[in-house]
């Protein structure tokens, strides 16, 4: 049978809003990135890992933990703005000879190397172009509400019915973690998610998305509580 190839990529830009140099802030005793690093070499499914970034503090890092960092990214392919697909579409003019490409969060440190394998093995298992990680929402959309321009409360979703939540639907977020798409997919519609998107469900304790300190300091106990449950 035949082998697919996986570029194992994971983005790591110098800026950040809610935390300068998130990437490389102190998690539980390690620089940010290194969680994905670790879980991504651990995993021995890649065919390759790199790390794009437009921080040579980064790259040097990276390069200091044995993966590679083949250039580095445009400062306008590292805005608060900028898409990860542009960075994702350059890293993939140079890397050739790849089936699929891995993108791995590092702001998702709980991840594990069996959720990188998990998410190769439904690939298998369904023949899939497209995956993404997700989680179960802990909020009932019937439960959302917004303020109108005459500062009242009104419903978020009308169509979405309140109902105790042993008996609403469950609903699923995207939870940042893993993104895996076939390269031919990618370069025709410029996005890891399409009408045929399988999802990888992920438990909520391994989904934390590190943007801010509150972030850092729940994932910190989340880990911890769930290393001393074991």
């Not at 791995?104 to 995956?131: F, R």
């Not at 469950?170 to 996005?191: E, P, R």
Request: include cysteine.
């Amino acid at each position: 049978m035949y082998k697919i190839k996986i570029l194992g990529l994971i983005p790591a830009r110098g800026g950040s809003k809610g935390i300068p140099k998130k990437n490389l802030y102190i998690f539980n005793n390690k620089p940010l990135i290194q969680w994905t690093i670790e879980s991504a070499k651990e995993s021995n499914l890649l065919d390759k890992i790199i790390v794009s970034t437009d921080d040579q503090s980064i790259a040097n890092f990276s390069r200091s933990k044995g993966v590679e960092v083949p250039f580095l990214r445009d400062k306008n392919l590292a805005t608060d703005d900028s898409l990860i697909i542009d960075t994702v579409l350059k890293v993939l003019e140079q890397q050739k000879n790849f089936d699929y490409v891995l993108l791995l969060q590092p702001t998702s440190p709980l991840k594990t190397k069996d959720d990188i394998a998990n998410i190769i093995s439904l690939q298998k298992k369904y023949n899939a172009s497209s995956l993404v990680s997700v989680c179960e929402a802990s909020e009932n959309p019937a439960h959302f509400y917004e303020i109108n321009n005459q500062n009242y409360l009104c419903k978020s979703f009308e169509e979405v019915k309140g109902s105790n939540r042993q008996n609403y639907k469950k609903n699923y977020i995207l939870n940042g973690a893993l993104y895996l798409s076939s390269v031919k997919n990618l370069k025709k519609y410029k996005s890891f998610f399409t009408n045929n998107t399988i999802p990888y469900i992920m438990p909520r304790e391994r989904s934390i998305d590190i943007d801010d300190i509150i972030d850092i300091k729940w994932g910190e106990f989340i880990h911890k509580y769930n290393n001393n449950n074991e």
